[in-house]
């Protein structure tokens, strides 16, 4: 199974901060990765796949970029409603794996 | 487009449990389908997939021989068998699309989640 591993896994940041976020694989995904946004009590949504395609109404502010086994999630100015834990997923073999989780909080 | 889940609640070792989801809004018959869980506190576990035909099929080897995925596509619903349920299965369960018909093996939308209990 390829393991996914995220950093750090908690994040304490201000309105305004550009953060970033790391992923990574324990052998080349290519660019199959994509990255969730989680709020407490609330299912996951998409923010990005294939590695930086920005998923349709999700805000220009995120970005994602990386291929092979290092990728990372930035937020260019975090927002009020972007304190949330994000995940990374690879999707280029089963089984489907997930990171452990970021948690940015203030 | 909805993804809605039910069949979730206490279940002792051993014992088994379906879960259900509806879906609407979409063309269900046409989007690969997925079963996700999160145990308390933890991170995502993918769990199983199904094909839109149910011709293709997945499991993730922790529940493999122990869960069964299917879906009715005259129902627009999805389906997860789960049989011998252990406690470290305690989890909210989420159903999840694909993100696009072609398959994406990415997830989107998601279902607002069932939780699973497994104690005696």
């Known amino acids: 199974d390829i393991q996914m591993t995220q950093s750090p896994s908690t994040l304490s940041a201000s309105v305004g901060d550009r953060v970033t976020i790391t992923c990574r694989a324990s052998q080349s995904i290519s660019s199959w990765l994509a990255w969730y946004q989680q709020k407490p009590g609330k299912a996951p949504k998409v923010l990005i796949y294939k590695a930086s395609s920005l998923e349709r109404g999700v805000p220009s502010r995120f970005s994602g970029s990386g291929s092979g086994t290092e990728f990372s999630l930035t937020i260019s100015s975090l927002q009020p409603d972007d304190f949330a834990t994000y995940h990374c997923?690879?999707?280029?073999?089963?089984?489907?794996?997930f990171g452990q989780g970021t948690k940015v909080e203030i | 487009v909805q993804l809605v889940e039910s069949g979730g609640g206490l279940v002792k070792p051993g014992g088994s449990l379906r879960l259900s989801c509806a879906a609407s809004g979409f063309t269900f018959t046409t989007y690969t389908m997925n079963w996700v869980r999160q145990a308390p506190g933890k991170g995502l576990e993918w769990v199983s997939s199904i094909s839109s035909t149910s011709t293709y099929i997945y499991y993730a080897g922790s529940v493999k021989g122990r869960f069964t995925i299917s879906r009715d596509n005259a129902k627009n619903s999805l389906y997860l068998q789960m049989n011998s349920l252990r406690g470290e299965d305690t989890a909210v369960y989420y159903c999840a699309r694909d993100g696009t018909a072609i398959p994406s093996n990415w997830f989107d939308p998601w279902g607002q989640g069932t939780l699973v209990t497994v104690s005696s």
């Open positions: 997923q690879q999707y280029i073999s089963y089984p489907w794996t």
